[in-house]
């Protein structure tokens, strides 16, 4: 990433960016007493999602269905980590840049989901694209502590 004069890193971006303290990191995240898996070595490699605090729970489903999409929902890589804490800990984050990153990569990879459908729906509607009846469904599912 290259800054232009004036401009400087997030909170967020230059956390993201270090290599945090994993019993800091499970303090905030986990049930007491609970932590990381952890890999042949001994360091950290994941977090389950059955060891997170309810807070954390939330974040994470609200992260993997909105601001970074995957369809592997069960445990927590070191990079969602990261991203869940910085929303626990109410890092400050430019959610625009870690959007289009993700949006980045999946146009880069050779997948064939498709991130972002109800951002991109919006945004053809502030365009003036007329949607038909099928094409911007809305999801009748209620976020509540069932779904979580």
Not at 53 to 73: D, R, Y
Request: charged letters at 20%; one cysteine or more; aromatic letters at 6%.
């Amino acid at each position: 990433m290259v800054l232009e004069p004036g401009e400087h890193y997030t909170t967020y971006s230059r956390f993201h960016h270090t290599k945090p303290d994993p019993q800091e990191l499970a303090s905030k995240l986990c049930i007491p007493g609970r932590g990381f898996v952890l890999n042949a070595e001994g360091t950290p490699r994941k977090l389950l999602r059955k060891e997170l605090t309810t807070l954390a729970k939330t974040w994470s489903v609200l992260s993997h269905s909105n601001l970074a999409p995957t369809s592997h929902t069960s445990d927590l890589n070191m990079d969602r980590v990261r991203l869940i804490y910085g929303l626990v800990m109410k890092i400050d984050m430019d959610l625009g840049s870690i959007i289009s990153d993700q949006i980045s990569q999946m146009t880069q990879s050779n997948s064939s989901k498709l991130g972002f459908s109800a951002l991109i729906s919006a945004l053809c509607i502030a365009q003036g694209v007329v949607p038909d009846s099928l094409t911007f469904k809305s999801l009748s599912l209620t976020i509540n502590l069932a779904y979580i």
